[in-house]
Nanobody, 118 residues
Framework: QVQFVESGGGLVQPGGSLRLSCATS???????????MGWYRQAPGKQRDLVAT????????YADSSVKGRFTISRDIAKNLVYLQMNSLKPEDTAVYYC????????WGQGTQVTVSS
């Protein structure tokens, strides 16, 4: 079973930056499994949506067109870490951000809150 732990969120002013990190833990029995990963976000009162994805090979895609040119997804497979660098943040980026497998998410972590406000 894989678990995901997100961190790096916080309160930032519009135009600011944050770097989110996602740590993955793999229990014995699934060692060697590496997944295509995604960052998702859920704004208050809205459904959870896919923001960006990265394959095992490092290919990236930004499913949410509003983040293109501002967000960058990356990963360190050796360290089991996935990152989301967020620049030029806007109030509409306020949400809880989650990482998970893509395209078939497993159980969700607690996420990390990102609040963009002056």
């Amino acid at each position: 079973q894989v678990q995901f732990v997100e961190s790096g969120g916080g309160l930032v002013q519009p135009g600011g930056s944050l770097r989110l990190s996602c740590a993955t833990s793999r229990t014995i029995g699934s060692i060697g499994s590496i997944y295509n990963m995604g960052w998702y976000r859920q704004a208050p009162g809205k459904q959870r949506d896919l923001v960006a994805t990265i394959t095992v090979g490092g290919s990236t895609n930004y499913a949410d067109s509003s983040v293109k040119g501002r967000f960058t997804i990356s990963r360190d497979i050796a360290k089991n870490l996935v990152y989301l660098q967020m620049n030029s943040l806007k109030p509409e980026d306020t949400a809880v951000y989650y990482c998970n497998k893509f395209p078939s998410p497993s159980s969700w972590g607690q996420g990390t809150q990102v609040t963009v406000s002056s």
